[in-house]
Structures are given as C-alpha cells and as structure tokens.
C-alpha cells in the first residue's frame, strides 16, 4: 500500500489548507484512514482519522477547526485545516490500518508527509 500525501504548504494564521492522501497498490480494504503530525523536537501525535465504517476521531486541539472525510471510491482521505496557528506548523502524515488480501493481518502504512507552516 502506497500512500501520496500533497496540499501542504506556507500559510499565514487564521488561513486555510487542503491535505489530501491517495492511497494506491495492492489494497483489499482499509480500516482506518487518518492524518497524523509532527513537530520538530516533538512526538507524532494523532489529528483526525475515519474509520471504514465512517466513525471520526479528532485530537481535541483540532476541533472545531479542521474536517477529515474521504472518498471510498478513490481510496482518498482529505483534511480541511481552517483556522490555521502558528503551533499547527509540522509535518503532516497519512497513515492507514489496511490489508492487502483477504484474510491477512491488518498493516500499518505511512506516507511520506508534506510540510504545514503556519507564519506570518
């Protein structure tokens, strides 16, 4: 599974941007689909991500301000960021819980993460 993430890029606080990530290759279903990020010097932690049954979690310093949906047909997951801040500045990754074939095991996929900077 092969994830393409693209949409970051320079924005100035209270902009907005569109992440989105194309999920390719051999795929026989994903279970989750989501959006990760980092910050220099700091963990990855969890912003937003959908479940194939189309439950939604957000980390609690997104609410309100970012949108995750997805398209199953495409195999593509989006990010609406509005109401962007400086400490959103990070790089953003895709991340999916995913199997290949019928009945294997349930993977982990990343994609290659694209630069958010929020700065006046």
């Known amino acids: 599974v092969q994830l393409q993430a693209s949409g970051g890029g320079l924005v100035q606080p209270g902009g907005s941007l569109r992440l989105s990530c194309a999920a390719s290759?051999?795929?026989?279903?994903?279970?989750?689909i989501g959006w990760y990020r980092q910050a220099p010097g700091k963990q990855r932690e969890l912003v937003a991500r959908i479940t194939s049954g189309g439950s939604i979690n957000y980390a609690d310093f997104v609410k309100g301000r970012f949108t995750i949906s997805n398209d199953n047909a495409k195999n593509t997951v989006y990010l609406q960021m509005n109401s962007l801040k400086p400490e959103d500045t990070a790089v953003y990754y895709c991340n999916a819980v995913a199997r290949t074939v019928a009945g294997d095991a349930l993977r982990n996929y990343w994609g290659q993460g694209t630069q958010v900077t929020v700065s006046s």
């Open positions: 290759g051999s795929i026989f279903s994903i279970d989750v």
